[in-house]
């Protein structure tokens, strides 16, 4: 069980209505179904992995954030998740417009760009970065818009986006970010988890 | 067709409204079953066909000795497990295999109803099925399932009848019959009433049979449930037996001779009258329109698991008008699993050997039922 889900899952609470959008293979679903008490829908963009997902049972739609969220009516579910994908929108602002219109409640991780491990490639080696959780080459990245955790707490910040918790996670070791350690956060975490509210 | 007798029926004794307004009791309603029925009477599946299908979906077809037209999806070990599920499948009426329909015969007169038998709908066709649950005494089926036609009458079904599905298969269909889907089925409709052996729909008294009428509405139809890639790739412009062209109007392509057969195959097992009427009821389907423009209307407060497949290359029910089925699901937030399938197979994709989507809907199934009972124990 990968820590992110683990965070995820401990901000859910029993009986919610989730929609967990780039749900993939249906991980984290499954987790969640069998873990706590909740309705969980899925939206994937791959038809290989809506079909796994179709094949454990579990309600997975084929289609694209950028374009079948709106399907979705306004506050229809309790937490909406977006985990990993966000940079790969083409439009990341529009997507996080409608996260917050669908769900009450938002939860967003993002592979920071501000890890010290990516800044050292690019200050020293002089090359786009390549790492665990960003593996792949400058010609072949799905990632259009890459950001750091500080970017995208500013980006929240600038909106009057209500940011409830965030949490940092490096390896295995899950700790809090505060406005007073965000930036050392931004340089040691390689995810950001963040639970947020219009 | 002397078989026709020997069918699986029963004999419905209720008297049903049709939407046309008329009334019919003691009709007979024929239908097949494959597997068993549980004790807990809860492994029952409801499968409805398409516009030229029977209710023969798996084994050998006793009437025309073929294969039954869902022999991929139906059987032992297949997805739809006649070893794990009781499998119902239901003619419709307006159908030529056993049903009521314009071959009955009218008491009054001894004769063939003809275009006397009254026009019919996806609905009446439905509200006439539901009586197999009864005679069944099944309180509530595991799932209804069916393509192309088969899959308009799951979405009527669980519409009619929310409480009596746990899961629902709506395979490349759609909610409303479009423009062109009615031109097509208007062309082969007129195919058939301009021979002249179809007697305005009076040919069985007069012992013609308006063949090749039937025969070019199947070969138009035919044409629509292939992708042009499809056809490409199988016929591209190969001749058929012969090294040149012969400067004539005999087929001399085989795409021609194949759809001539396909014609000539069809008019031995399916009833010129039949077709009529089950077109009709296609394009009559509007479930939209019957929820006043608002589908989600349609399946309020269902608790039903819908799993909508479409086809890449289907552009006869594209995926977009399988996908408004998903979105008005999704506006009152139903269950709902969505999937389109990548092939070039085009409409008729749902009855042929698709490993991608027969092996999801088997897994999806088996994995369904699993969860339902573990969640009930």
């Given amino acids: ?198 | 067709m002397s078989n026709l007798n020997k069918l699986n029926s029963v004999l419905i004794k209720k008297t049903l409204k049709l939407d046309c307004g008329k009334e019919i009791s003691n009709f007979p309603l024929a239908y097949e079953t494959y597997g068993n029925l549980n004790e807990n009477k809860d492994n029952a599946i409801l499968i409805f066909h398409a516009l030229t299908g029977d209710q023969y979906a798996s084994g050998i077809n006793p009437v025309t000795n073929k294969e039954g037209w869902w022999n991929y999806a139906v059987g032992p070990g297949k997805p739809f497990d006649t070893d794990k599920f009781f499998i119902i499948c239901a003619n419709v009426i307006g159908g030529c295999m056993g049903s009521y329909g314009p071959g009955s015969i009218d008491p009054l007169t001894n004769k063939p109803l003809g275009t006397n038998f009254p026009v019919i709908t996806i609905n009446d066709m439905v509200n006439a099925q539901y009586n197999l649950l009864d005679h069944f005494k099944i309180e509530k089926l595991f799932a209804v399932a069916g393509g192309s036609m088969g899959g308009m009458q799951v979405l009527q079904f669980v519409s009619n009848f929310p409480n009596k599905a746990k899961v629902a298969l709506p395979i490349a269909c759609t909610a409303s019959h479009s423009a062109q889907n009615i031109a097509f089925n208007e062309l082969g409709r007129q195919a058939i009433m301009s021979d002249s052996n179809w007697k305005e729909g009076l040919y069985n008294e007069k012992s013609t049979n308006p063949d090749k009428g039937l025969a070019v509405a199947r070969m138009a139809a035919h044409i629509t449930y292939l992708s042009k890639q499809g056809l490409q790739e199988k016929f591209g412009r190969n001749l058929q037996e012969r090294s040149d062209l012969k400067f004539g109007f005999d087929a001399d392509f085989q795409i021609e001779s194949y759809l001539r057969y396909q014609g000539s195959v069809f008019v031995d097992r399916f009833d010129a009258n039949s077709y009529l009427y089950i077109t009709r009821a296609m394009d009559y389907f509007d479930l939209t329109k019957q929820f006043d423009g608002n589908l989600s209307k349609a399946f309020k407060n269902t608790k039903t698991k819908f799993f909508i497949i479409s086809f890449t290359s289907d552009w006869l029910y594209p995926t977009s008008e399988n996908k408004d089925i998903v979105i008005a699901l999704n506006a009152i937030g139903a269950d709902v699993g969505f999937v389109e399938i990548k092939t070039d197979k085009g409409h008729d994709s749902f009855l042929l050997d698709v490993p991608d989507f027969l092996s999801t809907i088997k897994n999806y199934l088996n994995t369904t039922y699993s969860n339902i009972n573990e969640r009930r124990i």
């Fill in chain 1, 1 to 198: 069980m990968k820590e992110e889900f683990k965070v995820i899952s401990k901000f859910i609470e029993e009986k919610s209505r989730v929609l967990d959008v780039g749900c993939g293979d249906g991980i984290l679903m499954e987790f969640l179904s069998k873990n706590k008490v909740v309705d969980i829908r899925g939206l994937e963009i791959s038809k290989e992995k809506v079909k796994k997902c179709l094949s454990k049972g579990l309600a997975v739609i084929e289609g694209d954030a950028e374009n079948d969220l709106k399907q979705f009516p306004d506050l229809s579910f309790d937490y909406v998740i977006l985990s990993q994908t966000l940079q790969a929108f083409m439009n990341p602002e529009k997507v996080i417009e409608n996260l917050l219109r669908v769900g009450k409640k938002v939860i967003v991780t993002i592979p920071n760009f501000g890890h010290w491990k990516v800044r050292l490639d690019l200050l020293f080696k002089g090359e786009m970065p390549v790492t665990k959780n960003l593996p792949y080459q400058w010609y072949d990245t799905p990632n259009l818009h890459m950001c750091t955790i500080l970017d995208f707490y500013n980006f929240c910040n600038n909106r009057g986006i209500n940011i409830f918790k965030t949490i940092s996670l490096n390896g295995q070791t899950i700790s809090n970010i505060k406005r007073s350690n965000l930036k050392y956060k931004n340089l040691i975490s390689e995810l950001g988890i963040f639970l947020l509210e219009k």
